[in-house]
């Protein structure tokens, strides 16, 4: 079983930055494709961005492009979500997920959240 603790979150004004942080439980985190997500109050729970196990492809959002970046390091075991320039519109609990192989049936293990709130 992987447990993945999400970090990072918090509340700031528009146009400001935020990196979130997730760490994952385990010896093979290296071999999981890593996933944002986020849910915003009366939405369903919508794909941010993906990262693969070894950081080579990443893939976003059309709403985050150029402003959001997925990374990873495999030594710590953990993924980033680097946020900048961000909008109200960007509110929301934002998760990360693991992916394993062979990375068909959806994603395998989910964190609690993290609360990203962004005033205007």
């Known amino acids: 079983q992987v447990q993945l603790v999400e970090s990072g979150g918090g509340l700031v004004q528009a146009g400001g930055s935020l990196r979130l942080s997730c760490v994952a439980s385990?010896?093979?985190?290296?071999?999981?494709?890593m996933a944002w997500f986020c849910q915003a109050p009366g939405k369903e729970r919508e794909f941010v961005a993906r990262?693969?196990?070894?950081?080579?492809?990443?893939r976003y959002a059309d709403s985050v492009k150029g402003r959001f970046t997925i990374s990873r390091d495999n030594a710590k075991n953990t993924v980033y979500l680097q946020m900048n320039t961000l909008k109200p519109e960007d509110t929301a609990v934002y998760y990360c997920a693991a992916d394993r192989p062979p990375y068909r049936d959806g994603y395998d293990y989910w964190g609690q959240g993290t609360q990203v709130t962004v005033s205007s």
């Open positions: 385990g010896r093979t985190f290296s071999s999981y494709a």
């Open positions: 990262i693969t196990w070894s950081g080579g492809s990443t």
